[in-house]
């Protein structure tokens, strides 16, 4: 009994490095089918994240505003005591993701305007300056002066205390005591009030301050007629009393959502409770304000092309990783072929033999897969839905040996015989399963560009391999095709001097090592690497025509607006050669004619630039201006309509010409081009207007100011930049009051072309992408290098024979390495090159599964092959060769090659 427990551990002893390698290979399977899913679901939490924290508050915060009349019954401070109890009614899982809440009560600045103890404003219209009152803002303040607002201690005249912010004192030129009235626009109703407190925010950027930013941050006017509008602060005693005369006021319970606390797993939850949410408000007379449910439909839709694609990878990873542990499966049994011939000739039966090579297996495969489990767990993320495969893969490795054995010893032979020479027409069950795997694959595309690789939420395991099973497919076609041009080229090398080449093209003609096996495992390692490569290089080839689309220069200036001598002070700094000028305004009136008579054709975006200039800047800056078409760039100032470049949209509503407002100036144009696009004009905007700056009949007392500049250049200061632009806003705002001004609406704020495109590389689920690649291109890579010595090492013993007997006609080593170049270049570049037209293939024709345009900032990813990706594969080639002499002379060295003839051993 000790011996026979004692067997197979001495059978693995002998075996050692057969079985080590097995072990290894399930190993490193389990460990990518456990850790790679749980770090996608890091990745894709962190992206979510990320994502959602950049969302506007508007967007991602749930509020319930209500219009309400203050009266005895109900004061604004009522509302206070809502705030738990709403939260808690928000459905689920909403409640448990509010990291914040506030209530406020407020008359916002639109309704209301200021007026008595206040310096002269250019125009009529007063300042509009609101009211509010909110939770935890006298804790987010400190006081410059004053103190704050309350009401209940009664300050003479009925006045209402106020507290306003230092930039707001200082626009509005109030300090500490002023006293002015805030009355309704629409009635005679008045508020008087009284400034008791100057604060300053201790941390502008707050959540606190997003719905009242303008408590902070005062809007100043820019063009003549517009009001300056800002809020001021009050208590809940003070709202109190001004509610009644100025009118309703606008209650509001404010939820802000913890992206931390949102992952991946729960954003289907999230957005069916936002849906729900709309559709029934738990705060009666409330409108519910988010827009969470849609965002998180648009990043969920992200997320989804990003995890088809690394299904996509891991897919074929895990493919090539299998066929390894079979390639391993069957190498293991050739070493042992005589001893299981041994054991059938004694009687053993098939059973018997898968006993014995069971009993091996189970000692060590399930626990290396059990380690390589382990192992994944260690890879920070989420359990992922994938780690019940991990007992399958236990199985797999465990029973692939004694499986292979069994199936192997059915018919028993005592002659060994060269399996090279051996030609057998394929039989009709090989045929039909070959067919049945093109037939599969072909369905699958079809499938998977009508439906997606996700089409009920969830990864579809047929159509997440179809790839695995075109790389299948191709490697099939190739070994039928293969013989062909082998023969043909042997046939030359036959008549040619020398044998080793002609002996290399023989033996790789006859089937050796150019089988099934090997192939196949190549074609798909091959394909994943490509695959992931050329989708790489095709997001990143769109990301960069998304960045010149945005910024055609090599930076972006932007701000409010600016005088028009800011351009001169711009063109004067060092380091900038080239600047120049665009005025870019958003929701501009778009009608047939100037008349109020004519039709009124809706809003549009409007792009002001000066092409000579624009063209100049485009070509130093080193981006492609093909996008400027002539009409434009050669167009000269008339007294008639302008020519333009519209986009479909509105060509199809304007016809032949319209007029556009363009800062509050009426300016006629004709259609002249039509283009979905225009350098400058942001990705996704589908209504738009260019105008050719140097055409219009601008007048002197009324010229258009710039809004933003391209530059080209790049060794200007920037502090220097900002500054000057600073200036020119400054300039602009003070002629507009006419006094001078401290604060700026919108600092200067300058993008470079560098920069936007980084911006691109680091938006969410961009971390699971380089995954992907990581895994598809170094995975691919290093598992078609163990295909080559698995194709090496499995005819080792055979090429050996070959080596000993033609050494002995006087071959030398060198030529010996060249034969076994030779044999295995058919392999590897009938690999590389099914392998390259598969993976190169495989985005066209899965594209739309993998909606790639999410990752390029809305612009179409043509397929692009990347030169350096040629030149990858090509290295992949050779180092795949020398990678082969390796394993062939490691081999050599073990097996002696002096006595590896033995007499009688072959016929």
């Given at each position: 009994m000790r011996a026979n427990r004692s067997g197979p551990v001495r059978r693995l002893r002998a075996f050692a490095g057969q079985v080590g390698l097995l072990a290894v290979l399930g190993l490193a399977s389990a460990a990518l089918l456990t850790g790679a899913p749980r770090l996608a679901n890091e990745y894709a939490d962190r992206g979510l994240a990320a994502d959602v924290a950049d969302l506007p508050y508007q967007v991602r915060d749930i509020s319930l505003p209500m219009a309400a009349g203050i009266d005895k019954a109900r004061t604004t401070q009522t509302g206070i005591e809502d705030l738990d109890p709403y939260r808690e009614k928000l459905p689920q899982p909403l409640p448990g993701l509010i990291t914040d809440q506030w209530y406020s009560a407020g008359i916002e600045p639109e309704r209301v305007g200021a007026s008595g103890d206040f310096p002269p404003f250019n125009g009529d219209s007063q300042p509009g300056l609101g009211l509010r009152a909110q939770t935890g803002v006298d804790e987010a303040v400190r006081m410059v002066s004053g103190t704050w607002p309350d009401a209940t201690a009664g300050l003479p005249g009925g006045r209402i205390p106020i507290a306003?912010?230092?930039?707001?004192?200082?626009?509005?030129?109030?300090?500490?005591?002023?006293?002015?009235?805030?009355?309704?626009?629409?009635?005679?109703?008045?508020?008087?009030?009284?400034?008791?407190?100057?604060?300053?925010?201790?941390?502008?950027?707050?959540?606190?301050?997003?719905?009242?930013?303008?408590?902070?941050?005062?809007?100043?006017?820019?063009?003549?007629?517009?009001?300056?509008?800002?809020?001021?602060v009050t208590d809940w005693a003070g709202m109190n009393a001004a509610g009644p005369r100025l009118g309703s006021v606008t209650l509001d319970w404010h939820y802000r959502i913890d992206e931390k606390r949102l992952d991946?797993?729960?954003?289907?939850?999230?957005?069916?409770?936002?849906?729900?949410?709309?559709?029934?408000?738990?705060?009666?007379?409330?409108?519910?304000?988010?827009?969470?449910?849609?965002?998180?439909?648009?990043?969920?839709?992200?997320?989804?092309?990003?995890?088809?694609?690394?299904?996509?990878?891991?897919?074929?990873?895990?493919?090539?990783?299998l066929g390894l542990i079979l390639l391993a499966a069957r190498l293991s049994l050739e070493r042992r072929r005589e001893e299981l011939a041994l054991l059938r000739a004694r009687g053993a039966s098939t059973a018997t033999i898968g006993r014995r090579t069971l009993a091996e297996s189970v000692l060590v495969q399930p626990f290396a897969v059990l380690a390589g489990w382990l192992l994944g767990t260690l890879v920070p993320g989420r359990s992922a839905l994938t780690e019940w495969l991990v007992p399958v893969l236990a199985v797999i490795t465990t029973a692939a040996v004694p499986v292979l054995a069994m199936s192997?010893?059915?018919?028993?032979?005592?002659?060994?015989?060269?399996?090279?020479?051996?030609?057998?027409?394929?039989?009709?069950?090989?045929?039909?399963?070959?067919?049945?795997?093109?037939?599969?694959?072909?369905?699958?595309?079809?499938?998977?560009?009508?439906?997606?690789?996700?089409?009920?939420?969830?990864?579809?395991?047929?159509?997440?391999?179809?790839?695995?099973?075109?790389?299948?497919?191709?490697?099939?076609?190739?070994?039928?095709?293969?013989?062909?041009?082998?023969?043909?080229?042997?046939?030359?090398?036959?008549?040619a001097r020398g044998a080793v080449?002609?002996?290399?093209?023989?033996?790789?003609?006859?089937?050796?090592?150019?089988?099934?096996?090997?192939?196949?495992?190549?074609?798909?390692?091959?394909?994943?690497?490509?695959?992931?490569?050329?989708?790489?290089?095709?997001?990143?080839?769109?990301?960069?025509?998304?960045?010149?689309?945005?910024?055609?220069?090599?930076?972006?200036?932007?701000?409010?607006?600016?005088?028009?001598?800011?351009?001169?002070?711009?063109?004067?700094?060092?380091?900038?050669?080239?600047?120049?000028?665009?005025?870019l305004e958003n929701a501009r009136r778009l009608r047939t004619g100037p008349s109020a008579s004519d039709r009124d054709l809706g809003q549009t975006q409007v792009l002001v630039v000066d092409m000579p200039s624009f063209v100049d800047v485009m070509r130093r800056s080193g981006v492609p201006d093909d996008g400027v078409p002539a009409a434009l760039r050669n167009a000269k100032r008339t007294d008639g309509p302008v020519p333009a470049l519209v986009s479909p949209a509105i060509a199809a509503e304007v016809g032949d010409g319209a007029v556009v407002n363009v800062q509050g100036r009426l300016y006629g144009f004709t259609s002249s081009v039509v283009a979905s696009s225009f350098p400058g004009v942001e990705i996704g905007v589908e209504r738009f207007v260019v105008l050719p700056w140097q055409a219009l009949p601008v007048p002197d007392f009324?010229?258009?100011?710039?809004?933003?500049?391209?530059?080209?250049?790049?060794?200007?200061?920037?502090?220097?930049?900002?500054?000057?632009?600073?200036?020119?806003?400054?300039?602009?705002?003070?002629?507009?009051?006419?006094?001078?001004?401290?604060?700026?609406?919108?600092?200067?704020?300058?993008?470079?072309?560098t920069d936007y495109r980084l911006g691109l590389d680091r938006t969410g689920g961009n971390e699971l992408l380089t995954l992907a690649?990581?895994?598809?291109?170094?995975?691919?890579?290093?598992?078609?290098?163990?295909?080559?010595?698995?194709?090496?090492?499995?005819?080792?013993?055979?090429?050996?024979?070959?080596?000993?007997?033609?050494?002995?006609?006087g071959l030398s080593g060198r030529q010996g390495r060249q034969l076994l170049v030779y044999e295995l270049l058919p392999l590897v570049g009938a690999a590389v090159l099914a392998g390259g037209v598969v993976g190169v293939a495989l985005p066209g024709l899965i594209g739309p599964a993998l909606n790639l345009s999410t990752f390029t900032a809305g612009v179409a990813a043509r397929t692009h092959l990347d030169p350096l990706l040629v030149g990858g594969v090509l290295l992949l080639v050779v180092v795949g060769l020398a990678a082969a002499l390796v394993f062939e002379n490691l081999v050599n060295r073990r097996m002696r090659l002096g006595e590896v003839l033995r007499l009688g051993e072959e016929n």
């Open positions: 306003v912010s230092q930039r707001t004192a200082n626009a509005l030129m109030l300090a500490l005591g002023s006293r002015f009235d805030i009355g309704s626009l629409v009635g005679s109703a008045k508020v008087p009030v009284v400034v008791v407190g100057i604060f300053e925010p201790l941390d502008t950027t707050a959540p606190i301050w997003n719905a009242m930013r303008l408590a902070v941050d005062p809007q100043i006017p820019m063009m003549d007629g517009e009001r300056f509008r800002a809020i001021a991946a797993s729960k954003a289907k939850a999230v957005t069916d409770a936002v849906v729900r949410l709309k559709r029934a408000s738990p705060a009666p007379g409330t409108t519910v304000v988010t827009s969470l449910d849609v965002s998180l439909i648009q990043l969920g839709e992200r997320l989804a092309s990003v995890r088809a694609l690394l299904a996509v990878v891991e897919t074929g990873v895990l493919a090539s990783l192997s010893q059915r018919r028993v032979t005592f002659v060994v015989r060269r399996q090279d020479l051996i030609r057998q027409r394929p039989s009709a069950r090989r045929l039909t399963a070959e067919i049945s795997v093109l037939v599969l694959a072909g369905l699958g595309v079809f499938l998977l560009r009508r439906r997606g690789l996700v089409p009920d939420g969830g990864v579809d395991p047929y159509l997440v391999s179809v790839p695995v099973l075109l790389a299948v497919g191709t490697s099939l076609i190739a070994l039928r095709v293969l013989p062909w041009p082998l023969r043909m080229v042997g046939q030359i090398a036959a008549r080449v002609f002996l290399g093209l023989a033996r790789a003609g006859r089937g050796a090592p150019v089988t099934i096996g090997p192939l196949a495992v190549l074609v798909i390692a091959i394909t994943t690497g490509v695959f992931s490569g050329v989708v790489a290089s095709t997001i990143s080839h769109a990301r960069d025509r998304a960045s010149e689309q945005a910024i055609p220069a090599d930076a972006r200036l932007t701000g409010n607006t600016f005088a028009p001598s800011t351009t001169d002070r711009l063109d004067a700094l060092p380091g900038v050669d080239a600047v120049t000028a665009i005025s009324k010229p258009i100011n710039p809004t933003r500049y391209l530059l080209a250049g790049d060794g200007y200061d920037r502090a220097a930049l900002l500054a000057a632009a600073d200036d020119g806003q400054r300039e602009w705002r003070e002629s507009v009051i006419g006094r001078p001004v401290d604060a700026l609406l919108a600092p200067a704020a300058v993008t470079t072309l690649f990581t895994i598809g291109a170094l995975g691919g890579s290093g598992l078609a290098l163990l295909a080559v010595g698995f194709a090496v090492v499995a005819e080792a013993r055979t090429r050996g024979r070959v080596l000993s007997r033609l050494r002995t006609m």
